[in-house]
Structures are given as C-alpha cells and as structure tokens.
C-alpha cells in the first residue's frame, strides 16, 4: 500500500518536515503540521467561507509551466473563489499528488512559490496530505477566509435592471494560453509576456470583494469563462443578462489581438482563467462605481444589464452573437 | 484546457447538479452547491477543526473495490482524524479526479456511499470540486469539525509515566489487505470477510475522542501503523514509549492468523489502515478506563507507558522486537 523512502526519494514524513511546516509556521492551529488536523476560530462576528479547487498537470495547467507558478495558480484561483464571496482569507488545506519520481527540487520550488503568496495574501499553510500518483501531477487546495455573519455575496441576488459589472480586463488568460502555445506570434515580446503571466498569475479581486459586499446584488469569479459564469449568476437569479461586447474590458494587448481577427474574441469571452469578479448593482448605485474604483485600484466596466427571462446574449453592434455552447466543460 | 461534455460523458455541471448537489441538501450554507464557496459557523464556545487526506487508486485503495466503500473510506479515515482530536464532525469538501472514461453510474455508487455515512455520521456535503484526469481515480477530503474552545486533543502532551491506550482491535485492516490478495486463504470465509470489512469500512472512533478530551495528555488515530503512531506521539511529546505485543488487542481472525505463523504480528504493528485511536492518559486515571469502555461502548486495552527519552520499544515475552523501519511512508 506504500512504498518505503529512500535517500532518492524522501518519505511522505520527509517532505512534510522539511518543506510544508515551515510554511504552517506563522499559522495559530496549524501545529506545525505535527497533528491529525488543524484548529481555527473566525473572528468574532464572522462565520468561515471555504471552497476547494482541484488541477490535474496537462487539463488546467501545462507540465511544462513552472512550479511555483503552478502552485501560486493554484492558490489563487482559491482566493478568487473567496473574493466572489467577499471573504478576507485566513489559510488554507493542501493536498497534493505528486508523480512518481519528482525532484525534491521541484517540490521545493513548489513550496517557495506559496511562501511568497502566503506573504502577499497574509495567509498560512493549515494542513493536509502528500501522496506519489502514477498519474500526472493533481493537487487540490482548500482555502477558509471570513466573512461579517450573513454577508457573503451569493449569485442569486441579480435583479430586474441590476447593472453588470466587470473588474480588470478580460480574456487575458485564454490569450496567455494560446501564447504559450505558439498562436499568438504576431504580437510583440511585451505583449505576449503580459498575457503569459496574466495565464500564470491571476489577481484575485479580495479588495474589490469586501467592498462590494454591502452594495452588490450577486457576484462571481471568472474561470468558466465571461459568457458562463454569467449565465450562472442568471440561473441562480433566475434572471437574463445582455451586454455589449464593445463594452467588454480589454488589455492593450488582448486589443492587439482582436485588432488581427475578431475571430479571437470568442476565446475572449468563453476561454475562462480571467479570475476577475462580475457582479450586479443597483442601477441607483452607477454613480459609486468611480468611487469604488479608486477605493479598490480596481478598474470596473459597467458592460450590461439584467433582465426577466433566461440565459446571456452578447450584443456586436446592437445584435445578438451567435457563440458557442456557453461554459465549456471540466469535465 | 477543457472538454465540451457529450450524451455519454456529462459534464462537470451535470455531475455536480446531479449527483453531488443532492448530497448537500441538508447542509446549511451549502448554497446547493451552486456558489462559489460554502459558509459555516462553529457552534458557540467552540473553534473549527479541518483536515485532509489524499487517497490514489492502486496505492490507497483497490481499483477493483466497489465505488461505496472507497467514498465511505475516504470520508471515514477523515473523520478518524477528527476523533483523534476530540471533535464533532460538521461537513465536508470534496476534490474528485475521475479517470477518463468513469461511467457515471461507478459515480452515482460513489456518491450513493457518501450519502449512507452522511446519515451515519449526521454530516452533509458543503462544496468542492470535480474534474477529469487522465490518471488513476484521485480523491482528496476536507473534513471540518468542532471541538470547544481550545480543548483540541494533541500529540505532543504524553508525559512520563502516562498509561499507553489503544481501542478497537489493531491489525485487522493491514491484514484486510492481505486477504484481498489471497494471501490468507488458510481462514474460513468468516474470517476473511470480518477482516476485508475491517480494510474497507473502518469505524472512525468518534465518541471515544470526545469522552477522552478531558482525560487523555495525548492521541492520534492509528492510520500509519500502530508503532509508527505510538512514535509520533513520541516525538511530539519528546518521549519515549513501550508496550507489550501480548497486551495488543487482536480480533479473533486476527489472532487465528498469527496463531498459524507468528511472521504476521509484523504486519499487524506496522501496516497501518485500523483507524482505531492511541492514546496517553495519567496513571492516576487507569481506574475510569472501564467506565470509558462502557459509556463509549467500545473496548479499550492498555498496552504499555510512556518512558522517558525517545523512540517505542515492544516487548515480545519482555524482549525487544525487531521491526523494520517504524512507519511505512505514503510516498
């Protein structure tokens, strides 16, 4: 059932000791990873929000890609999950299986990329579980913030004549994708290291979550992709959406893009890993956006608007586009 | 990055909406599944405590075992985590990574034994992930529980001269394993099918960890290996330990296995899977584990103490055993 360590390949133990704890170090609870589990306590007024992600090497992340960008990834798109709820995070759980035979090296650069997420997001490693796989590298990462009692954005809020609202820009990270995959050679060095890193290293939107919270009717993140995880906010609403693709954020170099075919804005706006919030408002709120903005350096995109009914459509120059089949699929 | 879902193979959505979401019913702040994150509180005067193991097709289960007794596993040898430190289990977060292919009737099985235990253990489904991989099938669970303020069970308070407690009978799961490998076909069918429940279904002990939280100086849920465990509450506690292999309590299949060769005691002490608890209490208290027994209805056995210095020792008639290396390691 398990295989012993060997100066090659050091124990479970080994690696938990010399890598993990030091990361669980400035964690109250975690133990130094010494114990069957972890304790934590919201703070007072707070009840804890928790989500967990999981990513297989090869389906959400290239083999190739580095290993403290995979894990800082990883992360991320955890906090992502807690800003849609408006949560402030607290740490968070690890499980990873690694391939037979990784290096300790990487592991270890694994392990450097977190510590330096864990600093820039005030957070620490609280526990969990390292195993070897047959298969390619998998890890999941549960991460628990909080949120005031009863606060948490949900999706189910949308309203008849709520203002969409987008942050940052879009399609950043389908275009990341396809630059690491030699599509984009068009575009200059700049451009293509700016869409890269936007695939690499998603900006969860935390500042932006808490300060929404007491203002916005429904919020989500973007991994599905701008059309899909809209069209979740509206069934959980049970509400429509329309919005104009002219209003669609865009980075300079996603314009580029654009600019070289226009076929390109479906990746835009079905492609997923933009990791940015939209979320709705009541109309009598636009005038706070600009306000918002500057509290949150955040930049914000009035794109659409709900409506009664079901389902998304995107407007190009007034009419409807036909896309395809909104949100693929994990699965 | 992703697959569209087709007829045959549904996707992530439909898994989720289908099979998964009807497992959170019960869950306040589950949100059905359909947010991005789940909420809870722990009830008042208590903290949280969260934990997460990893399990791989082939190298901690059978790819052949049936679907409901790797998810009743799976959340049980969490939930034994649980009990090892005293508390109340609450919920749980659930990261699946199907094998290309999975039939989605082997996830309805899968999901069907989710639903047994969560009756058993009064628990609901609060969130997580499902995706597809083209490895074996791999899980990983984050269990939350709760447990009074600061009143956690840990490793690290066995003192010298603290009695040596263990529960349940030990070895039985190690030798589960070996009946399903045929290499126990000297026992009846009786015996080997008390011994393959045991592997399969393990009984996470969580009344006896919350009884003993004012009574025990330390504990830890015997998942490594009866010895490698007893070594981690050493080393947590900066101790050394002792015990008597004559004292381990042995299920009667067990005993008629070493009975027909004394070898197997080896892997009894240090092939982990019993999931029952260790524990250290005072001398002084020796006289209340039988009151313990009864009101938790579960047998416990008194096998050795804590010493000073470090490392176990086990007496086999008053003589050091040798043993391979203590703890086999998971990776």
Redesign the interface.
Known sequence: ?????TQD?????D?IRDIFAPLSESQA?A?NL?????????PSGT??????????S???FLASDEAGHIARKLLRVNLS??A??G?TPMGY??????SHGTDPDWIRSFAEGLKQDQREFSIGL???????????L?L?L?A??H?P?QK?L???GAQQGDLLVVSGSIGDGALG?KALRGELEFLNPDDLSFLVDRYHLPQPRLALGTAIRDLASSC??ISDGLVADIA?IC??SSMAAVFDVEKVPLSAAAAKVVAKDAEFLTAILT???DYELAFTIPAAFESRLSDLSKQTQTELAYIGKIEAGSGVRVLKNGTAMALP?A?????
Chains 1, 2 share one sequence.
């Open positions: 059932m398990t295989q012993p360590p390949n050091p124990g479970e133990f690696i609870g133990y010494t114990d069957d589990a972890a304790t934590l306590s919201p009840e804890l929000v928790m989500t967990k992600d999981a990513m297989v090869g389906v959400h999950d807690l849609a709820m949560a759980l690890l499980a990873a299986f690694w609280l526990g969990g579980d390292t195993v070897s796989t047959p298969g390619p998998s999941s549960t628990i913030g949120v009692n948490a949900r999706r189910n994708l989500i993140d979740h069934d959980a492609g997923g890993d089949t949100g693929w699929r994990h699965f």
